[in-house]
């Protein structure tokens, strides 16, 4: 009895844990195990950018999710005025991280 209630414990934490706590946009669908992968979000008709800027939040086990990884949060770390195009890359890990980066090109 001792045994039967110790499996099923341990298959429910499992099952807690590993459904979908910590996914990220991804144009596939999320690896169970790692998901990397990058993107495009906009683009202009700029010719160059010579700076770029980043934002990204993170969430952890889907408990806790913080970070500012809007598209303005990136112009202003970049010093970026004018907009080129918009890119963004996400990272998971075994559904118990992952990571949400926007990256902005421009001037």
Do not use: Q, R, W
């Not at 209630?5 to 706590?21: D, K, M, R």
């Not at 991804?26 to 990397?36: F, H, K, R």
């Not at 980043?54 to 809007?70: F, Q």
């Not at 949060?73 to 970049?78: N, S, T």
């Amino acid at each position: 009895m001792k045994k039967n209630l110790t499996f099923f414990l341990i298959i429910s934490f499992s099952a807690f844990v590993l459904t979908g706590c910590a996914f990220v946009a991804s144009p596939v669908s999320n690896g169970m195990i790692y998901t990397g992968v990058s993107g495009p979000v906009a683009a202009t008709a700029g010719d160059t950018y010579s700076k770029v800027g980043k934002s990204s939040c993170i969430a952890v086990l889907g408990i806790v999710s913080a970070g500012d990884a809007s598209i303005n949060a990136a112009m202003k770390k970049g010093g970026i005025t004018k907009i080129h195009h918009v890119d963004y890359k996400s990272t998971s890990i075994l559904c118990l991280f992952a990571k949400f980066t926007t990256i902005v090109y421009g001037e």
